[in-house]
Every structure is written in structure tokens, then in C-alpha cells.
């Protein structure tokens, strides 16, 4: 008797139920459901009701216990194994949903909505596939993408927010990754792996003390994250290595910090923004030890890294002005300059353009074979030298070609002398003040053999080449021996 009268009341509670359901309130729906099943614990259909209910509220999780025991109680409740499975697939559990639309399909091969929620359930199961594949490649937006696709069939999976969240932060879109990590903290503050991406983000962005403190928090909500195990490992391995090798530097041990900073980029390729500095730490000792081509390549790893990070273009400027390679520091000198207008960057920049400006014009010092130190009794030998071996009579019997180009070699040599022998010349040479003026030293106002006749005393003495190549004479006199010996 009593049992009949629960399960008239129970029935009255579903209609209720059902009434609100219709109108969409789901929250009071629920309420109805509860009674419902509270007199009446044995009837699959009220928790099959409630599973909808639940569903409609996003409680999926919920829903699935209660579209579990609807199907515990009759095995052969159709709409119990469906929701089943929609509550998998919305939880991204691709393969149990899957054996739920199934099992539908056994009993009614022609269901459309088992046959297209299990089609759902396969596309599900190939982006995880495609995601696996693009993480493993270290083809992050392609995870993204694929994540983006399986939300939208699997739209309360933690999991597949996680990943996409971590990829995000790994491609350096913090704030993006940040949301998805704060929409799962609030519903749920104790998750791990959202509390891993919290930090993950800060580790990224080189904040390694803060990423350590939500690391520790993960691990205390769950001992066994191993992806929060290994970042914080990580991190504070990064920063002791970071921080040994700017020791070693302060202590002038280049050797050993450029060690260090080797070892420091092992750790962790994906954080990106720590790297760039390593590489740019590295290449400033690596400059101290003159691997400058070493410390070049560095900048560039660094730059690719983080093309805003101003302190390697001026590191790998430095390293190009230091190797004469004046077109590339000029180029890295003009980045520096429209990213941060100051008066030294413009300095810089000015500085490299006239080196590149005096690189281009004929190096006279090159001409004559002495250093940029040279002393004036040095450049007079040199000329003495230099003139001597390139004076067209001693290749008289030269052919045409070789007679031109000794020529020229003997102008050249004529005029690299009357600039480095006039010291308010070489002045306005070494200053680069001749390239202001006229773009170069004007060859129009001397002759070379006037130069040679003045250097070597022309009055009468002169100079007989002879022909045998190599060998020549001269009979000078005594003014012109006087001069030789200069």
C-alpha cells in the first residue's frame, strides 16, 4: 500500500518536474527530480530525468552518475545510454562515450542521433590524435586548433582547456592561457593543472619565484602532477644556473659563465624568455673570451627568441662594429634607434655609419702595408718601399695589363703618402672629416710622379730601372741619397 502511494507521490514529484523542465527552469526541474527519486530510489527514468536536467545546468559530471545508475537500474533504457554517453563526450572521454552510442546502435541499429553522436565521438578521438602529434612536433598552434574543434563537441573537458591553455603560454600568449587557467579556477580552485598553467604562465615570463610558489600549490592538490613536478624542477634549476653563471661573470671568470650559461640553455627549450637572455648573457662573455662570431650567432638565437629584446642588438652591433662588419651593425644600430629614440642609440647609430662611410672609401694605410698607429718615419719607409716596387719604368717591359695595374698601384701609393704625411690631412682622414666634404680625397690636385720626384730629390738624380725583372739601379745625387736615407 505504501509502496504504491511513493510511487504516486514520486510520479506527481516528476511531473512537476517535467513541467519545469519545459519552461527551462532547469535549477527547479532539478529540485522536483530530487524528491522524485528520494521516494522512489529504484525508478531508472527519475535519474535519467535528473541526468537531463543536470545536463542542461552543465553539470556534467553529475549528470553522468546519475545517467550511470538510470542504466544500473534497466540496462535496456535507450535514453539512459545516450546520455551516458553525451556526458562522456562532454567530458571529453571519447572511447567510453563511443561504446555507449554502441550499445544504443545494438538495440536500435538505426538510432540517427547514436549513429551521429558516435561519428561526434570519432572526430573527438582524431583531434586528440591530430593534438598529440602537433605537441610532440612542438607544433603548438596546431594543438590550439585541434583543442578549439574538441571543446566545441567536448565542452566540460578540463583536459583539453589545460592543453590548449599550456600551448597558449608556450607560443607566449600569456593573457589567453591566463583566462582559460582563471575560468577553471573558478569553478574549481583547487585544480592542479590550472593552478600548473597559473605558474607555467609566470615561468614563461621569467617570474621563476611566483611560478614556484602555484608549482608547490599544484603539487600539494596533487602529488603526483608530473607536469608541475617537472616544471618546477626546472625552474628552480634555470634560475640557479642563471644566477651561478652572472657570478661567475662578476667575478671576471668568463670561462666558467660561459660554461654555465651553456648548460643554463639545456634545461628547458620552451621558456622562451629566459632563453633569450642566456643567449644574450652567454654571447656578453663569449665577447669578453673574442669568440665574437660565437657571440654573434648567440644574439641572433637570442633575437629570434624575442625580436623586441633591444640588449642583444647592441650586444650583436658591438660584436659587428669589433669585426669591421659595419653594414650589419649599422642595420642592428638602426633597429635599436626606431625602437628607443635616446641620444645614446643615435650616438651609436652615427658612429657605425661613418665607420661604414670609411670602410667603403680606399684605405690608405692598407695602400701603404703599415698599421693605423703607424709613426711618420714608418709611413715615409713604406712610401719609400711601396714607390720603389710599383714605378712604372721598373715594369717597362711588362705586358700592357701588368704596366696599368702597376700604375695604378703607383698612383695609389702616391696618394695614400700625401695624406698620411700631412698631419692636418691624416687628421681629417682618421676623423672620417673627408667623407663629410667631398665623399673622398681628391686625387685631381697632385701627380704621383711629382710626389716620387719630390720624396726622392729629384734635382737631376734619376732613376734607371733595369729591365730584368726585380733588379734595378739607380744613380742619384748627393741631395737625393741625403733624402734616402730619411
Not at 680606399?362 to 715615409?380: F, H, M, Q, S, W
Request: net charge positive.
Amino acid at each position: 500500500e505504501s509502496r504504491h502511494h511513493d510511487s504516486t507521490h514520486a510520479e506527481g514529484f516528476k511531473e512537476q518536474g517535467n513541467a519545469l523542465y519545459s519552461k527551462k527552469d532547469y535549477s527547479e526541474a532539478f529540485n522536483y527530480y530530487t524528491k522524485a527519486i528520494d521516494t522512489c530510489p529504484k525508478n531508472a527514468s527519475y535519474y535519467g530525468n535528473r541526468a537531463a536536467t543536470l545536463m542542461m545546468l552543465c553539470r556534467f559530471r553529475e549528470a553522468l552518475e546519475d545517467s550511470q545508475q538510470a542504466v544500473r537500474l534497466d540496462d535496456c533504457f535507450m535514453k539512459g545510454h545516450l546520455r551516458e554517453g553525451k556526458c562522456h563526450l562532454s567530458l571529453g572521454n571519447a572511447m567510453a562515450a563511443s561504446r555507449c552510442f554502441e550499445k544504443v546502435l545494438e538495440m536500435e541499429p538505426c538510432n540517427k542521433e547514436a549513429q551521429q553522436e558516435n561519428k561526434n565521438a570519432a572526430t573527438l578521438l582524431e583531434y586528440e590524435r591530430m593534438a598529440d602529434f602537433g605537441f610532440e612536433k612542438r607544433d603548438f598552434r596546431k594543438v590550439v586548433y585541434c583543442m578549439d574543434r574538441a571543446l566545441a563537441l567536448a565542452s566540460a573537458c578540463h583536459r583539453f582547456k589545460i592543453l590548449k591553455a599550456e600551448c597558449l603560454a608556450l607560443l607566449g600568449r600569456y593573457p589567453e592561457a591566463q583566462s582559460v587557467a582563471s575560468d577553471i579556477l573558478r569553478m574549481d580552485s583547487t585544480n592542479a593543472d590550472a593552478l600548473y598553467v597559473r605558474g607555467l604562465c609566470l615561468y614563461y615570463e621569467d617570474c621563476i619565484d611566483k611560478a614556484v610558489q602555484f608549482f608547490v600549490q599544484a603539487l600539494r592538490m596533487a602529488p603526483d602532477h608530473e607536469k608541475a613536478r617537472l616544471a618546477c624542477r626546472n625552474a628552480k634549476a634555470l634560475k640557479a644556473k642563471k644566477e651561478e653563471g652572472n657570478q661567475a661573470f662578476k667575478n671576471n671568470n668568463y670561462e666558467a659563465a660561459y660554461q654555465l650559461y651553456s648548460e643554463a640553455l639545456m634545461i628547458d627549450p620552451n621558456n622562451i624568455k629566459t632563453n633569450a637572455k642566456l643567449y644574450c648573457n652567454r654571447a656578453t662573455a663569449g665577447a669578453k673570451l673574442k669568440k665574437l662570431n660565437q657571440a654573434i650567432e648567440d644574439c641572433t638565437s637570442a633575437i629570434k627568441l624575442d625580436d623586441t629584446y633591444i640588449k642583444a642588438y647592441l650586444r650583436r652591433a658591438q660584436c659587428y662594429m669589433d669585426t669591421e662588419q659595419y653594414e650589419e651593425a649599422v642595420r642592428d644600430y638602426e633597429k635599436v634607434y626606431q625602437t628607443e629614440k635616446t641620444s645614446d642609440h643615435k650616438h651609436l647609430l652615427k658612429t657605425a655609419q661613418l665607420q661604414l662611410k670609411k670602410s667603403k672609401r680606399k684605405d690608405y694605410y692598407k695602400v701603404l702595408g703599415v698599421g693605423k698607429n703607424a709613426t711618420e718615419d714608418e709611413i715615409k719607409k713604406a712610401y719609400r718601399k711601396r714607390a720603389l716596387m710599383h714605378h712604372p719604368d721598373r715594369h717597362s717591359a711588362a705586358t700592357l695589363e701588368v704596366q696599368k695595374e702597376e700604375e695604378k698601384k703607383f698612383k695609389e701609393v702616391g696618394e695614400a703618402f700625401t695624406v698620411l704625411s700631412d698631419p692636418k690631412k691624416k687628421i681629417r682622414y682618421d676623423n672620417g672629416h673627408d667623407l663629410d666634404d667631398d665623399g673622398g680625397f681628391d686625387g685631381g690636385d697632385f701627380d704621383a710622379n711629382n710626389i716620387f720626384r719630390a720624396f726622392f730629390g729629384g734635382h737631376g738624380g734619376g732613376f734607371s730601372f733595369d729591365s730584368s725583372p726585380g733588379m734595378f739601379t739607380f744613380f742619384q745625387s748627393q741631395t737625393s741619397s741625403c733624402l734616402l736615407k730619411c
